[in-house]
């Protein structure tokens, strides 16, 4: 009975010491995300398929989604500043054509080291909800 346990025990053991080994290359680890270093320019912009007015709706959402602190918001010039790990960043929207937006999240201070999940998060939150409704919220009376 002990040599079964032992023979499963190394078993196991084996199993989860070559599990990292199987794992998809292309996948951002958690620590990436969250991990300060130098993010490339090309990170920080991201065209969408949307007018400029849903994708600026959409990035207001995904500032709030994240827990960020929005600091100012300008929805004439489509650009929301807002702080994120005692750093501050301006997200901007830019309409290309009728059918294409571009979202450029840059740190205010254009220093370029910061984790990578702020913008990315900010981006998939984005992805996942672009085919969502947008609809007015009445206001109290």
Known sequence: MERIKFKI???????LFALPAFADESAVSLSTLVTPQNVSFETCTKTFPMNSERLFYLTLAAVNANRFEIKEVQSKTGYILFSAVEKEFLASVVSIDKYRSMLKITPANNN????PGIVLNMYKYIDINAN???????KGG
Request: net charge negative.
């Open 9 to 15: 025990f190394i078993l196991c053991s084996a199993f």
């Open 132 to 138: 969502e409704h947008l609809q007015n919220i009445p």
């Open 112 to 115: 370029y080291y910061f984790a």
